[in-house]
């Protein structure tokens, strides 16, 4: 039933289906793509049994993309430059890495992110005995503070199902964006990264309706539509050129060089941290220090200041020290409200 005869009078192939697919894959891996009509001829089967076949081969979690040539033909093909890894193995240090890694996506409840995890470490923990499994659990644990607020992705599950095959595939897709205070609108996108960003996830892109590189909150998209329509993304293409100079994810305002100045009661908080990659830090004879550093991003930088109040002043610009100053007098003033 499976087997037709085939064009140039050779007898038809008759294996089985693991081989097949395995054929299949080496055929789509070794060119560019081929035709239903192309993969026919090769395997001598039917064209139901090669369709068949192209979904055991999408299940298994190979990347198949399509792609429809002016003639009308469907080629089939593999998502550039990929090809099936080998089996990985891992080192008790290693596994350990990955154990405190989950432990800070908590906010990925709900997300078929999460049921990614879910299945890797399922299949870890095939492979451990359940003493080792209770030890890096034990050693490892670790989540996310519970009280700093976190995004509630479990309803937009299928959207970014859609998102990540966007995503992997190098699909165009249309989505349909609500910017803060607004109405949501369409955008078509090139999606290049997820970027994970305060217990928050973001599509990062090429906007083809700003004609520029865009961030969206993924909270803030309410439908995705995929595309038949490819894209490739630029080899000149850098994550930093997303964010910009932003001191963290949006580059709002112009670029500031800000000097900032920490009592001695926190100074110790912002010395063990890293807060800009070319800041500059001053030690004082008091125990305070100055910070120096230039970024852009004034509702972040700002949010970051207040987070040390009483012990920081503002010490450059003049325009700086004047916001900072405000939003303490709106913020007394809303309080005595």
């Not at 005995?129 to 309803?155: C, M, T, W």
């Not at 009661?265 to 910070?291: C, F, M, N, T």
Request: glycine content about 6%; charged content about 25%.
């Amino acid at each position: 039933m499976g087997s037709v005869p085939n064009k140039r009078g050779r007898r038809p192939k008759k294996y089985s289906q693991a081989a097949r697919l395995h054929d299949l894959i080496r055929i789509l891996e070794s060119r560019y793509g081929a035709t239903v009509d192309e993969l026919v001829e090769e395997c001598g089967v039917t064209r139901r049994t090669i369709y068949r076949d192209l979904q055991a081969i999408v299940d298994a979690g190979y990347p198949l993309v399509t792609d429809r040539q002016p003639d009308g033909c469907v080629l089939y093909s593999f998502v550039s430059g990929f090809s099936k890894m080998p089996p990985i193995t891992f080192s008790l240090e290693e596994l350990m890495t990955l154990y405190l890694c989950r432990g800070q996506l908590e906010f990925l409840q709900g997300t078929p992110f999460q049921d990614d995890l879910e299945a890797i470490f399922t299949r870890i923990h095939s492979n451990l005995p359940p003493r080792s499994v209770a030890h890096l659990e034990r050693i490892a644990e670790a989540s996310s503070p519970r009280f700093h607020g976190f995004k509630d992705y479990s309803r937009q599950h299928q959207l970014l199902q859609n998102l990540r095959q966007a995503l992997l595939r190098q699909q165009q897709c249309l989505i349909y964006y609500r910017p803060p205070k607004r109405r949501p609108a369409p955008y078509l996108i090139d999606p290049y990264t997820l970027l994970f960003f305060k217990n928050g996830l973001y599509i990062g892109g090429y906007a083809h309706k700003r004609t520029a590189l865009r961030l969206f909150a993924v909270e803030r998209i309410e439908g995705v539509e995929l595309q038949d329509e490819r894209f490739e993304v630029p080899d000149d293409y850098r994550v930093e050129m997303l964010t910009g100079s932003a001191f963290g994810l949006i580059a709002e305002g112009e670029l500031q060089q800000l000097e900032v100045l920490f009592d001695k009661e926190v100074a110790h908080l912002v010395r063990e941290r890293i807060w800009h990659p070319e800041q500059q830090i001053e030690d004082r004879k008091d125990g305070s220090l100055i910070l120096r550093f230039c970024a852009s991003g004034d509702k972040e930088i700002l949010a970051w200041l207040y987070s040390f109040i009483p012990y920081v002043r503002v010490l450059s610009p003049e325009s700086w020290g004047e916001k900072f100053t405000a939003g303490l007098r709106q913020g007394l003033d809303f309080q005595i409200k």
